[in-house]
């Protein structure tokens, strides 16, 4: 579906109104052009802004930009700006993102996803997208009780995480590929659980987590990157 004829598209599910709580099953297909760029009042931003309680799975999101002008706080993410209780299944996005707020603590911008929390949990999905500005890879604020699991980024990072921003919650076999030209490869700060997952190693190119615990989070070369022998204990069937 191509919705670029929408200037300015109203996310699905407004933090400040009706989060969307349903479920949203893309079969494979996807969705072009998304174009969001005014915040209108709004806080969320993506083809879903809030989605609570929800599922979303087995859909592309290709070409986007999702440049929303300032607002006092925002969570952006092509796919959704913030989720809670929900599940994310084989999910892609690529394209364009990038936001401005002036509540720095409650600013997120993420390829794929803003801000997930409370049991939240993101399978089989990754992003190509270009995070221009501050933000991260994949998704910026990862809270306790959220899950990623079998995920990857690979677009580029003007400044943040190649990964993720903050790692609170679990991170398992997710790996990154993203350029980063200012701050750090995997994740700014990781204070979750993160096991098997993996970056490629930029020689003088910035540390692979800025604070907060690098344990299972394993830096590699190209070479080693496109190797099936790297990633241990993974289940590639």
Known sequence: IDIEGYDNWLPIGDIYGVAFSGSFD????????????????????????????????????ENASVTPSWSYEQQVGILAGYTARTTVTDCSTSGTVSGSATYISAFHVGGLLGQIVDSTVVESCYSTAAIVGEGSGLIDDIQPGASVRDCYSAGSVSSGGGFAGSIMGTVENCYTISSVSSGNLFANYSGGLTTGCYYQNAAGGPASVGSGSESGINGADEVEMKSQ???SGWNFE
């Open 229 to 231: 022998a790297t990633y």
């Open 26 to 61: 893309g079969k494979g297909h996807s969705i072009t052009n998304l174009k969001i760029t005014t915040s209108n009042g709004l806080r969320t931003f993506g083809l879903f802004g809030y989605a609570v309680d929800a599922e979303i799975k087995n859909l592309r999101v």
